[in-house]
């Protein structure tokens, strides 16, 4: 019979326990027992989950109190210097110092550095290694937790992050490679801990099999497994991999002297057939066959079919799993309370996901008359990119700023701000009683008028050129969009971890998207009737607003990417015709589409940036189109940043020595198009000096000319409180008004 497991499961609890405890321990209001409890508390009901869906192992080690990859970290003793110094009383609080700079014990230091977590929205902690590194196993966590769940009669199967994969994410290192033979007795060691513990197999993350990989670190796999693989006597290695087609890796991570392999079959449904080959007598196969990283239900007819003939070949060497971990999908359907029946039938959270591995499980069991079949994905009809190119803006950037300097008569350096302005506890207040029924939406309305009105009057005093309506009407720049567009459905409690105690809660694409009516034209034009300056308009972009919400898997996602442009679109329209000159739309989530192999980048590449100019096709020459990216490394996507042709865009740079900068520059010849590189960092309470600015606003003009040069904080203003936005806002115009002068 087959086995069923999974690979983990989410760890925020039903109602997001764990963040609130996390939050109420870092603030002092609970003791550091009361957070250990609620730990436990959530796994002991993780695994009961697992173990009452009848899957055949618990997966252990996927808990952790703040990230996975930081957990290894501590398992290993990567911890830089500067950690060392003011270090807290107790490991937990140790942790937390890494993990966001300070705890409740401890001197506050810099935290570890966060990034993504391959193509997902998760975010990691990044291990910092040093020329000299040295890893102990250092910590029993993973020995703790497979001893708690098999106290309480589970079959343990611990999940760690694989050598490879740990020291790939790492930074500080010319070549972690170099680091290889240090960390292997670590894993020695910890593995035959696990198999005195009684452990029969641990699963062994090593996700960047699904990357391209360069030919030294693939070269690497062999040696490293054949140094652990043996260390538990008696004990097996699952290796998992996921979130990418393996190809020229899939008969590696075969050869590696492995008891099983698991393989993405959402992702790389194509490769199951070739695993299946390559599976011999000793070996398991896992198959991710349900969507670790989305919310449908997912059709076990079909996978019946596919699996059937897999399933009479190898028996209990195929295992059912999800095709990744379940920390990617929220948690469980039944607490949404508010969805209607015929929505929540078509969703699965991940305690729907465990039941259905185990429906799975049974119809493959049973007599069936099912044949065989193959799996294939979704592809395009035709390509979106030939499909619009007919409808972009003819004339080119150049013709098109001669026109808008005219239009707008904006001195040299601009000054603007990225959209939103603080949302202060009043505002926050209103829309939660809005929400409720306590007030009327007219009330509500009167409420954002009055917002707006003062942010429009604070910009003027402060000698702003280009003014935005500040998104007093929005919580969420994707929420927002999709509360307006008919094809979303806004769950109540369909939370993800994103990092640390901080979860989203993406909207779902459930059907083909439209626009019933105008959804930022009101505010818009509100804002600059009062005010003879231009008002920007404000809009998400289609990539980010895809890239942000939980997709559908009838239709590729470029379809869904042009529905939702073609709203924009309409939108967009809208706002011109209502007099708004200026438009942006952000797109902050560009690169996190990106696939993982760069193989796909090109095909990625051209239905994005078609998407975003469908977006603004049709628009008058004089009508200037801004973008925003909020991140630092562009060099890898920069060209298709020149091919969105956007007339501005803004980014940020400022923490980042405006190193990045030179991606702009370095091309041939100069970015085209005009820049607002973010002059200060919006995500620190500091507010930056005139002179300061003055001076960083001069190194930037030696690298971007002065005529296309404008002047911005690097991101949106509603996090910070008005004091600190109106003295940083007011240096910041002090400032460019004071290079003018000198130019
Ligand atoms: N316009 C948005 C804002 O200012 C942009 C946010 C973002 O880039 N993440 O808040
Ligand atoms: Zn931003």
Redesign the pocket.
């Known amino acids: 019979m087959v086995q069923t497991h999974i690979l983990g499961y989410p760890r925020i609890g039903a109602a997001r326990e764990l963040k609130k405890a996390q939050e109420a321990y870092w603030l002092g209001e609970i003791p550091q027992q009361q957070l250990l409890r609620v730990g436990a508390e959530i796994r002991r009901e993780n695994w009961q989950a697992q173990s009452e869906a009848g899957l055949n192992f618990v997966t252990v080690g996927d808990f952790a109190w703040y990230d996975q990859v930081l957990n290894h970290s501590q398992m290993f003793g990567v911890l830089g210097q500067r950690f060392v110094e003011g270090a807290a009383d107790n490991t937990l609080d140790q942790y937390f110092r890494q993990a966001r700079g300070r705890a409740p014990s401890g001197q506050p230091v810099a935290a570890n550095a966060m990034t993504k977590w391959f193509d997902t929205n998760y975010h990691y902690l990044v291990p910092e290694f040093s020329i000299d590194q040295e890893f102990s196993l250092d910590s029993t966590w993973l020995l703790d937790e497979v001893r708690e769940a098999q106290s309480q009669g589970y079959a343990a199967k611990p999940v760690v992050i694989g050598p490879l994969t740990y020291l790939w994410l790492g930074r500080g290192v010319d070549n972690a490679l170099e680091l290889l033979p240090e960390i292997l007795p670590c894993y020695t060691e910890l593995f035959s801990q696990l198999a005195e513990q009684n452990v029969d197999w641990v699963q062994v993350d090593e996700p960047i099999l699904g990357l391209d990989l360069p030919d030294e670190w693939r070269n690497a796999f062999d040696r490293a497994y054949q140094q652990i693989a043996h260390a538990g006597a008696g004990m097996k290695l699952l290796l998992a991999t996921y979130f990418s087609p393996l190809r020229e890796n899939l008969p590696l991570a075969f050869s590696l002297p492995v008891s099983g392999v698991h393989i993405d079959c959402v992702r790389a449904p194509e490769e199951l057939q070739a695993a299946v080959e390559l599976t011999d007598e000793n070996r398991v196969l896992s198959a991710g066959v349900l969507n670790g990283r989305n919310v449908w239900r997912a059709d076990l007819e079909k996978w019946q079919c596919i699996l059937k003939p897999l399933a009479e070949q190898l028996g209990e060497r195929l295992w059912l799993s999800a095709s990744c971990s379940l920390l990617h999908s929220p948690v469980d359907l039944e607490s949404e309370v508010s969805l209607p029946d015929d929505q929540k039938q078509k969703l699965a959270y991940s305690r729907q996901k465990l039941q259905e591995l185990a429906q799975l499980q049974q119809l493959l069991c049973g007599e069936s008359t099912a044949a065989g079949a193959s799996v294939e994905g979704i592809t395009q009809s035709r390509s979106i990119a030939e499909r619009l190119q007919d409808s972009w803006r003819t004339q080119r950037y150049q013709e098109r700023a001669a026109v808008q300097k005219k239009r707008w008569q904006l001195p040299l350096l601009p000054t603007t ?4 302005f603080p949302q202060t506890d009043l505002l926050r207040k209103v829309r939660r009683q809005f929400r409720s029924g306590e007030i009327s939406a007219s009330d509500y309305r009167g409420h954002l008028r009055a917002e707006i009105a003062e942010a429009i009057r604070r910009q003027e005093i402060l000698g702003l050129d280009v003014l ?1 309506h500040g ?1 007093a009407e ?1 919580n969420d ?1 994707v929420e927002y969009f999709g509360e307006q567009l008919e094809g979303f459905v806004h769950t109540g409690n369909g939370w993800v971890q994103s990092y640390g105690s901080r979860c989203v809660k993406p909207p779902i694409i459930f059907g083909d998207i439209s626009r019933p009516k105008a959804m930022t034209v009101e505010w818009s034009s509100y804002a600059q009737s009062l005010t003879s300056k231009p008002v920007k308009g ?1 809009l ?1 972009g289609p990539v ?1 607003i895809l890239n942000w919400s939980f997709p559908r898997e009838d239709i590729h996602r470029s379809e869904s990417c042009l529905q939702i442009a073609q709203a924009l679109h309409e939108e967009v329209l809208d706002l011109e015709a209502a007099g708004i000159g200026i438009i ?1 739309i ?1 797109e ?1 989530a560009l690169r996190e589409g990106v696939p993982l192999r760069e193989s796909e980048h090109e095909d990625y590449f051209a239905w994005a940036v078609a998407c975003f100019r469908y977006t603004c096709s049709e628009v008058k020459a004089e009508t200037q189109i801004h973008t ?3 991140y630092s490394n562009f060099n890898a996507i920069m060209e298709a940043i020149v091919s969105l042709d956007a007339d501005v865009i803004t980014i940020e740079s400022s923490r980042s020595d405006l190193r990045l900068l030179s991606a702009f520059a370095d091309r041939n010849g100069d970015y085209p198009n005009e820049i607002g590189p973010g002059v200060y960092d919006i995500h620190s309470p500091n507010v930056p000096e005139r002179e300061e600015l003055v001076d960083r606003l001069k190194k930037i003009a030696e690298v971007v000319p002065v005529q296309r040069l404008w002047v911005n904080p690097d ?4 996090t910070r409180s008005w004091a600190e936005v109106g003295s940083s806002l007011l240096n910041m115009v002090e400032a460019a008004r004071a290079v003018r002068t000198e130019l």
Request: hydrophobic content about 30%.
């Open positions: 701000t990225i959209g939103s935005v998104e929005r720049m404000m998400t980010t942006q952000d902050p925003h990216m909020c991101c949106g203003l509603k």
